[in-house]
């Protein structure tokens, strides 16, 4: 009981804080907000690759038909962005979760963490109420992220249950969990600030571009299929496009989710193996 109530009362320590920062919290979402427009827009195949103007019309057709084949064949859908915008939604996950550990080092900083490991609270509970608060956090720019593309035009498979809302959660929770509990780990002994932006900024694009965030994986080299199959975010999008556009095999998808599940448990235990020995 003593551990659920430190975690419960750090966990509210630790939105309350969030909450307060208004500037932060309007930067955590602008981030997003051009990813999504700019360069999901912008860079849409579905508009870049366009049948010839100027030429009869029976050839037109045929060509933009072979263009429209081509892209449901690469990409699962005819409109780009709801490709691209599925693997951003997930990539939003990793940005968030990346930043777990800073409020940690903060606090180690500032005084803080000392008055907490002070305090009559498992040590244990710090680490957890982090963890979740980053998913919390996560949580909620997903699905204001997730709004927004909607908005932008993102088109969801027909027949789309409550259900697959839910499973698309979580998805996210188990990815988020996985990636706060260690980034939040490795957090632990820094005090520096500028370490884990390095570390951040070492991890988050190889990330990205070594999943099926851009382009499919049936795309890539063979070598770089090979990163790709371990890369936890290819699993994660995958499953997401499953259940919210219908995209990739159901056979494959029991697959995906044991992949994932087994990385989220094995994060979540090395993160909490190294909090409790240097915590």
Not at 57 to 83: C, H, K, S
Request: hydrophobic residues 55%; contains cysteine.
């Amino acid at each position: 009981m003593e551990f659920l109530t430190g975690v419960y009362g750090l966990f509210v320590r630790e939105m309350l804080k969030w909450f307060r920062q208004k500037v932060h919290i309007v930067f955590a979402f602008i981030v997003p907000v051009v990813w999504l427009i700019l360069f999901g827009k912008s860079f849409n195949l579905s508009y870049l690759l366009k049948a010839p103007v100027g030429v009869p019309e029976p050839i037109r057709e045929a060509v933009q038909q072979a263009i429209q084949q081509m892209l449901l064949r690469v990409f699962g859908t005819l409109d780009y962005f709801n490709f691209f915008a599925i693997g951003m939604l997930n990539a939003f996950a990793l940005f968030t979760s990346m930043w777990s550990g800073m409020s940690l080092v903060f606090d180690r900083r500032l005084g803080y963490l000392e008055r907490m490991l002070a305090a009559p609270v498992p040590r244990a509970s710090i680490y957890l109420a982090k963890v979740l608060a980053s998913v919390a956090k996560g949580l909620l720019q997903f699905t204001v992220m997730l709004i927004l593309a909607f908005i932008l035009g993102l088109s969801l498979k027909p027949g789309i249950s409550p259900l697959d809302i839910l499973a698309v959660y979580i998805v996210m929770v188990s990815l988020m969990l996985a990636l706060s509990a260690i980034f939040t780990a490795t957090a632990v002994k820094i005090t520096s600030h500028d370490v884990v932006i390095s570390i951040s900024n070492l991890v988050n694009l190889p990330l990205i571009f070594t999943s099926n965030a851009i382009f499919p994986i049936e795309q890539m080299p063979d070598w770089l299929k090979s990163v790709a199959t371990v890369n936890p975010l290819t699993h994660s999008i995958s499953l997401t496009r499953y259940l919210l556009l219908g995209i990739g095999k159901a056979s494959a998808m029991a697959v995906h989710g044991a992949y994932l599940l087994a990385f989220t448990v094995g994060c979540v235990a090395l993160g909490s193996y190294i909090a409790g020995k240097y915590l």
